[in-house]
């Protein structure tokens, strides 16, 4: 039984760096696009760069419209799993391609350099 709690603690345990967030349209929300009555969330540990991403940070404004700013429990965004696999997806490929110049910027200024 003791074995079992240490192996939840564990999974619930995020390392430094990243922060766990929960997605899903949970609750009741009357939006002109969406009317949803539901209570299925999501968990995902992403790096703690995301909360710094223009896109990300609108569903951050959506969740603070949605639960105030002092809701109970864990980072909860009201957005579809769907929805944020598709955000997730933009800043992995902005921050790739932004990776790549700083790293052909790098090699340039290197072989200035020498």
Known sequence: MRMQVRQEEKKMQVK???????FGLGGTINDENQDCNCSEFTRFVIPISYLYNPLFQRLLDKAREVYGYHAPGP?????????FLHVQKIIETSTKRRGFRRRRCQHELQAVNT
């Open 16 to 22: 430094k760096g990243w922060v766990a967030v929960q």
């Open 75 to 83: 980072l909860t965004l009201p957005c579809s799993i769907d929805d």
